[in-house]
């Protein structure tokens, strides 16, 4: 089912319930990768929607503005994640099946920057951040994504605007964080993670970090392998 938080055809949400239920059912909000390009949709998170509904959770699998001819870029993409949560906020008040006090955003790359950017001022309780860009002027600098910080963030950037943009300086985010990123991986290098964590945790942050050998960029959005397990046993202790 899909359902809408705005008039634009990409402001909508897939929502996926569980497919087995002791209860209101845990949340989680999926947040698709690609760069914030519109060459991507949320289709991409469907193995693990699939996955979490296996195992109880209701999946609520975002979609949102992205660059291109899709409209999308800075403000408006992260406006589009934190109106997605609010009407998740909505929805959680108004219908007994889902457990408001465990809504974990889960996203990968591009996704992971709008989960972590956008859970400060949400219902969600904790973030998993699946090899996440956390530093949009480094990415910028090293030509990451084929260059796609710039039409995500227009024309010469100042400097106050990488650091609005990027989740390594608006800590502390005052949730939990899990983030999983392979020491493999080419697209967003574990440095990336390796820096903001330490960033994190100084900020005051409580964050667990899992980095996971010869795992590369997409090894962590697929359901067979060991760093999608990692985070399915992290979701199992009920910690995230």
């Known amino acids: 089912m899909s359902t809408a938080y705005g008039d634009h055809p990409s402001q909508i949400v897939h929502r996926h319930p569980p497919r087995r239920s002791d209860g209101p059912a845990p949340v989680a909000v999926l947040l698709h990768g690609g760069w914030w390009r519109d060459l991507h949709d949320a289709h991409l998170m469907d193995p693990l929607a699939e996955d979490l509904t296996a195992a109880g959770w209701a999946v609520w699998n975002v979609e949102y503005r992205r660059t291109g001819v899709d409209g999308g870029g800075w403000p408006q993409t992260v406006d589009d994640v934190a109106r997605a949560l609010d009407l998740l906020a909505v929805t959680a008040d108004r219908e007994d099946g889902l457990d408001a006090s465990r809504v974990v955003a889960i996203g990968h790359s591009a996704g992971g920057h709008l989960a ?10 904790a973030v998993v951040a699946l090899a996440p860009i956390t530093d949009l002027r ?5 030509g990451l994504g084929e260059g796609a910080v710039g039409p ?5 950037p100042t400097a106050a605007l990488y650091a609005e943009a990027s989740p390594l300086h608006r800590l502390p985010i005052g949730v939990p964080q899990l983030v999983v990123h392979g020491d493999a991986d080419q697209r967003v290098p574990v440095e990336q993670s390796r820096d903001y964590i330490a960033a994190a945790r100084s900020a005051g942050d409580d964050v667990d970090h899992r980095e996971i050998a010869g795992a ?10 060991a760093a999608w397990r990692t985070v399915r046993d992290a979701l199992g202790t009920g910690r995230f």
């Open 152 to 156: 995500f963030l227009g024309p010469d």
């Open 216 to 225: 590369d960029h997409f090894a962590v959005v697929d359901p067979a392998h």
């Open 138 to 142: 480094r990415c910028a600098e090293a």
């Open 116 to 125: 972590l950017m956008t859970a400060a001022d949400s219902l969600v309780t």
